[in-house]
Every structure is written in C-alpha cells, then in structure tokens.
C-alpha cells in the first residue's frame, strides 16, 4: 500500500538495541527480559509483569492462571479481535456475548448482569481501539456477583482511568491483564505481550507457565505443572524496552493524528467519528475507525474498502462480530441477527491508514478519497 493501513515507529535507537542483542550472544531469558517487565509493570502501575510471546498467549495464560473449569462462562462482547475469547475456547469455557455500545464500541454495561448465570466466572473486558471500558461499573458488578475481570488490554497500552481522584492504568483494575505488542499496536516488540497483575502468586505462575511449567528455584527438567513455551527473546525485548520509553511520544502523536482527521471529517454527516475524548478516561489510540451511516450497508462499505485500497490506500473493515466466525456457529449455534447492534456496527465500520508519522497530504488524499467513493 502507498498509504499503509499501520506502520511501526521504528528509530535508530530500536535498531542500535535489537543490534547490542545479537552482539552479545545472549538471546533468551537474560537481562532484557527483567528491564523489559520491570518497565512494563511500571508503565500499568503493578506490581509484576511477565513478557510472552503474544497477546493471545498472554490472555491465555490469563485464564489458565485463574483455574476456570471446563463449562464455566465468561461474558464479553462479541466485537472484538476472535483471539478475546478464542483463549477461552482453548480451555473449554463457554463465552456468553453481548452486545456493545455502539458510540464508544466497549461491552454494553447494561447487559452484563442479564448474561450471568450460575456457571459465570468471569468477565472478559477489551479496552475496544484503546478506549477504556466503563471500569468502575463493571468492578461494581464484578464485586457484587463475585466474579473475576479479565482485561484485554491489547489495543490500550498507556490508557488510563480516573477512579475515585487517582488516574489508574488499564490493565491495572481487574485480576490480571494482557497487552499485545504485535506490529500494528501502539508499540511493539515484532511478535510479543505481557500479563500484568498485582497479585504475587498468579505473577509466579504465569511466569511458570510462560516457561513450560518450571518455577524459578527448580533446575531445567522439572516441570511442576503443564506449560508452554510462551517465552518471547531478549531481541524482542530490547526492542519492546525502547519503544516502552517512547510511549508517551507515540501516544501525543497518535492523538494528533485523530484530530487531524476528525478537522477534516466532521463536517460530513454520513460519518460517524469516535469521540477525541473519553470521560475520565485517556485513551491511547491504537486505530482510527469511522462508520458509514445507516444509508450504507455493507456491500457499500466492502466496495469502499476494496476501491481504497486498489487506489493504494490501507483501509480495513474492523471487527468481524466473533460470535458469527464459522466455528463459533457451528460450536454454539449463533446466526446472524443474535447481536444486531454488533452486526449492525461491524456491517459499516472503517479503519483508516493511522499511523504516527502520516503527512497531512497523506491524511488530505485518504479524506477525498473517502469521501468521493462514499458519493
Ligand atoms: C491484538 C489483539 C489481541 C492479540 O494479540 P496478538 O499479539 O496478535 O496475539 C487480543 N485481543 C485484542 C482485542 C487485540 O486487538
């Protein structure tokens, strides 16, 4: 694509990193891994961080570390990335979807206490495009019918929420949460993640788990439970220590980009912008999503995307409602029109090329573009 739909920043400063890597020889479990989650867990504002090899590792490890039995349910919204509840699938829990605010695209509050039955175990919150959840009122609930949060961070690494006067990183407020580090998110590690939590002993046992079950004092063959190799190197960590130290940067220029677009864009009211700002809430911007208005269906909004791209312009639909992917059909038997604010939502959105270094002619030629093919 001329215009990339995503693009990391990379400096010199990654590179002269990733390089002293490779000039040391020392390649896995060393010292980049311990400044890297040191820096991790400081950046969430917890007490521990394990680095993993992905973000779908990290939430999987999220769910395992919590001893969630086979049939147990965990509520999430259906709009998502599939790897929120595919982690779920991998340890037989049965996901309970609904639906989403369709202004802010996070879980729909309101339905949560509806969806819970007497097998709910837990609630699985994405921070949708880096904008936090309503967190305080799903703690609320959470408390109240004693079940466990899971925070998908994976779209929101520096986002934040005000709770009771103190700014609270996200990732932060439930028992423990994942972040993805994957190319096109806020920062990145090539293929990389992490669990953060606050509570010690779950840290011990992911970071087990991570490492094909052995626990730090045991010697290399003994495994004192069932892991994986979930380990990420010391390459990617030096990567993802120096993209780390730049998140507030690439967050300002992020936001700058979302203002540009919005200069250019708002005044069209077959659009739908998301909101520059959240309530106490920062967000960390990780796409730049638009919706076409109910007038487009989408074959309209596929078409769109398809001339866009063919004009060398990046532009993808996002999500794909889970609930309506082949093998969540045929396993629990959705069909189109169990969500239909979801399907209605995912049938018109847009991600447009969002990137911290696009140039306002960049941004001036995917508007028109748009906007032209929107005619
Ligand atoms: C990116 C992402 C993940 C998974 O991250 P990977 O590193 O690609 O495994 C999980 N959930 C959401 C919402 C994501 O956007």
Redesign the pocket.
């Known amino acids: 694509m001329r215009i990339p739909l995503s693009s990391p920043d990379i400096t010199d400063a990654e590179i002269e990193a990733v390089s002293a890597v490779l000039r040391s020889r020392m390649l896995s479990l060393g010292a980049k891994l311990q400044e890297f989650e040191a820096a991790c867990a400081r950046r969430a504002g917890c007490a521990h961080a394990v680095a993993v090899n992905?973000?779908?590792?990290g939430?999987h490890l999220c769910v395992r570390a919590l001893d969630l039995k086979a049939g147990d349910e965990v509520v999430a919204a259906s709009f998502?990335?599939v790897?929120?509840t595919n982690v779920l699938l991998m340890e037989n829990l049965r996901p309970r979807f609904i639906e989403i605010n369709p202004q802010t695209y996070n879980i729909d509050v309101d339905q949560i206490e509806a969806a819970i039955t007497s097998r709910t175990k837990a609630l699985m919150i994405?921070h949708t495009f880096g904008r936090p959840a309503p967190m305080q009122e799903i703690l609320d609930i959470a408390r109240r019918r004693n079940l466990l949060v899971i925070e998908?961070a994976?779209?929101a690494i520096g986002a934040s929420i005000e709770i009771e006067g103190r700014e609270i990183p996200v990732g932060a407020l439930g028992a423990l949460g994942?972040f993805?580090?994957?190319p096109n998110?806020q920062i990145t590690t090539g293929?990389?993640?992490g669990v953060v939590t606050h509570d010690e002993r779950l840290a011990r046992r992911i970071r087990a788990m991570r490492n094909q079950g052995r626990y730090e004092s045991a010697d290399w063959f003994e495994h004192e439970e069932l892991g994986y190799n979930y380990r990420l190197s010391e390459i990617n960590c030096a990567l993802g220590e120096v993209q780390l130290e730049r998140l507030d940067e690439i967050l300002v220029a992020r936001e700058q980009v979302t203002h540009a677009y919005a200069e250019r864009l708002e005044s069209n009211s077959s659009l739908y912008l998301p909101p520059l700002n959240e309530p106490n809430a920062r967000i960390s911007w990780?796409v730049y999503v638009v919706r076409l208005s109910d007038d487009y269906g989408i074959e309209d909004r596929d078409r769109i995307a398809r001339e866009m791209r063919e004009r060398g312009i990046g532009c993808g639909r996002y999500f794909a409602p889970i609930h309506l992917q082949p093998f969540y059909r045929r396993q629990f038997g959705y069909k189109d029109g169990d969500l239909p604010v979801t399907e209605s939502v995912a049938a018109r959105t847009l991600a447009l090329p969002f990137f911290n270094r696009i140039t306002g002619a960049e941004l001036d030629e995917v508007c028109y573009t748009l906007q032209e093919l929107m005619r």
């Open positions: 992905s973000g779908t590792s939430l998502s990335f790897a929120s994405v998908d994976c779209e994942a993805a580090f994957y998110k293929e990389g993640g990780f």
